[in-house]
């Protein structure tokens, strides 16, 4: 598990639009370190193209089961990859495990999807998602390719399990349909 923030612990999420990425109790901006090693795009055109193909799937999906007009749903931020470990966090923010709703940090989700990258029990242990409501308790176990979507208000208590080896990664692609909180894709 190599990469900008290997040696940290918790959670490392890089921002896919502002480009921002944890390491450790700070930011860095990834995209200038990228150029200061003669990257100069993050993401490829085609690579933007899948996250938008991906990206406006689920959004369809989003509108058809919750019912909501074509157009009236847009990305918003932050939209991030996550790298979860079980190493110890080395801020408060690296605590994934603690149970929270989603508008408690960032105000500007209404609905909340996550798309995971790899797989419960073949790439890690622990890292599955946990609603925690007084109704129910529902466990999502993550999987390569597999789409979680939900309201992110406090009808959605929840949690992520702590990881206990390996490393789980996912992306989360927020909406809102406050058109003001709206954001474009991300750009290279």
């Known amino acids: 598990s190599s990469g900008i923030n ?18 450790g109790t700070k930011f860095a901006d990834v995209r200038l370190l990228a150029k200061s090693q003669g990257i100069e795009e993050l993401f490829t055109y085609d690579e933007l193209k899948l996250y938008r193909t ?17 157009g009236k749903l847009t990305l918003t931020q932050p939209t991030f990859f996550s790298r ?11 605590e994934y495990w603690h149970i929270h709703t989603d508008t408690e940090q960032y105000e500007r989700f209404h609905y909340t999807t996550l798309l995971y990258l790899n797989t419960y029990k073949r790439d890690f242990e622990g890292g599955r998602f946990m609603f925690d409501t007084p109704r129910y308790n529902n466990t999502v176990h993550p999987k390569a390719g597999r789409v979680s979507m939900f309201t992110s208000g406090i009808e959605n208590p929840h949690h992520v399990e702590r990881v206990i080896t390996g490393v789980r990664y996912a992306i989360t692609i927020p909406f809102t ?11 290279s």
């Open 177 to 187: 349909c406050d058109p003001n909180y709206g954001i474009s894709d991300p750009q």
């Open 6 to 23: 290997a040696e940290y612990g918790g959670a490392t999420i890089l921002d896919l639009h502002t480009g921002a990425v944890s390491k």
């Open 54 to 70: 991906i990206k406006n799937r689920i959004k369809v999906e989003l509108e058809k089961k919750w019912k909501i007009a074509p």
């Open 84 to 94: 979860m470990t079980g190493k110890p966090p080395a801020t408060v923010h690296d």
